[in-house]
């Protein structure tokens, strides 16, 4: 079993900057893909960021340049280091964890609020 608990959203004005924390616990340090995910109201949850575990990372076009992800082995966390915020970033933001073997976790997600 894994937990994950993300942290770290709020509200930023424009062209703000936050970093959201995933903690891992349980199995995952056997993963293959750790990633964030958002979805905005009315809107299909979309990928934001993925790690592998071999450290290559993918970003979606709409953060490249903006977003980072990274991750802390020795502490079993994900990062996303978020900058230049707009508007249509606002979002709850989700971690992910997929395990060698397929299986699937989510966190209970963070509300990311971008507005003046």
């Known amino acids: 079993q894994v937990q994950l608990v993300e942290s770290g959203g709020g509200l930023v004005q424009p062209g703000g900057s936050l970093r959201l924390s995933c903690a891992a616990s349980?199995?995952?340090?056997?993963?293959?893909?750790m990633g964030w995910y958002r979805q905005a109201p009315e809107k299909q949850r979309e990928l934001v960021a993925q790690?592998?575990?071999?450290?290559?990372?993918v970003h979606a076009d709409s953060v490249k340049g903006r977003f980072t992800i990274s991750r802390d082995n020795a502490k079993n966390t994900l990062y996303l280091q978020m900058h230049s915020l707009k508007p249509e970033d606002t979002a709850v933001y989700y971690c992910?964890?997929?395990?060698?073997?397929?299986?699937?976790?989510w966190g209970q997600g963070t509300q990311v609020t971008v507005s003046s």
């Open positions: 790690i592998r575990a071999g450290g290559n990372t």
């Open positions: 349980g199995s995952s340090f056997s993963f293959r893909t």
């Open positions: 992910n964890l997929v395990q060698l073997w397929g299986s699937t976790y």
